[in-house]
């Protein structure tokens, strides 16, 4: 059994494509302010969270004027000794 493409099969797949994508399009633009507001609002959850963490955090290690702490001695990194010969540069004229 042979199926061939006819010109009314073409036009159906045409508009169901366009009618896809305009329904997509007026979709989008009906949902898209609900989904901005729910994306802005999970952000401020975020920042809210996290600027509470560093509120905690400095009333935590809430130090008297002129208080000095350390919080991390850096590493120090060893020098290598051999790393050649020192070659003067001599400039040629």
Do not use: C, W
């Not at 099969?9 to 901005?36: E, N, Q």
């Not at 963490?53 to 702490?69: A, D, H, L, M, W």
């Amino acid at each position: 059994m042979h199926q061939y493409a006819s010109v009314p099969g073409l036009v159906k797949m045409i508009l169901i494509i366009l009618l896809i994508y305009f329904g997509v399009k007026i979709l989008t633009r009906l949902f898209s302010p609900f989904l901005a507001k729910f994306i802005v609002k999970k952000a401020e959850q975020r920042f809210g969270q996290q600027f509470g963490q560093y509120q905690n955090k400095q009333q935590e290690t809430s130090k008297r004027e002129g208080e000095v702490t350390i919080d991390k001695v850096p590493n120090r990194k060893a020098s290598n000794k051999n790393v050649g010969d020192y070659v003067d540069f001599e400039e040629i004229d």
